[in-house]
């Protein structure tokens, strides 16, 4: 008789929404669902983002990521395409295709879908846990060199490789 896989069942209730949140930077991630409630099939996180966070050019060999926008507008560089998402726009950006994305409104929230999941690692370790259901206070300092260094080794754990421009 072979061994069955049974896909677990996952159910998070809102009044689960502030344990499963993080501050990330100047953002607020809430982690729906991760690689390990779902046996790395994938990961789901509502991202809640303020102007002037966009990550640097970069390239992951291991996972696609999709965007679903629910507010807010947001300008994602994909390989050559500039693509301006609004409310109700879905955006993929497969893997192995440089990105990147900027905000083009004060805040925007966006259903972030990586597949398979895993990557939220970076997300998870280098955040803190959320104090409440809002964006963080603005930090009023840049973290220190042992931190970008840091999350660039786990980045590049991870298999996603940072570009200086696209």
């Not at 964006?135 to 754990?157: A, C, I, N, W």
Request: proline share 8%; aromatic share 10%; net charge negative.
């Amino acid at each position: 008789m072979t061994e069955q896989i049974v896909n677990p069942i996952v159910h998070v209730t809102g009044d689960q929404l502030l344990e499963r949140s993080r501050w990330y930077g100047p953002n607020l991630f809430t982690f729906l669902t991760t690689a390990e409630e779902t046996q790395g099939a994938f990961s789901l996180i509502k991202c809640t983002l303020r102007k002037g966070f966009a990550p640097p050019p970069h390239i992951h060999t291991k996972e696609d990521e999709s965007y679903f926008i629910l507010d807010g507008e947001v300008q994602y560089e994909i390989g050559e395409r500039v693509i301006h998402a609004k409310p109700g726009d879905y955006v993929h950006s497969p893997r192995l295709t440089a990105h990147t994305f900027k905000l083009l409104t004060d805040t925007a929230t966006v259903l972030l879908l990586i597949t398979p999941g895993g990557f939220e690692e970076l997300f998870i370790r280098f955040s803190r846990p959320a104090q409440a259901m809002e964006l963080p206070p603005v930090p009023t300092e840049r973290p220190g060199k042992e931190f970008f260094e840091s999350m660039d080794r786990l980045s590049t754990q991870l298999g996603v490789t940072t570009l200086p421009s696209l």
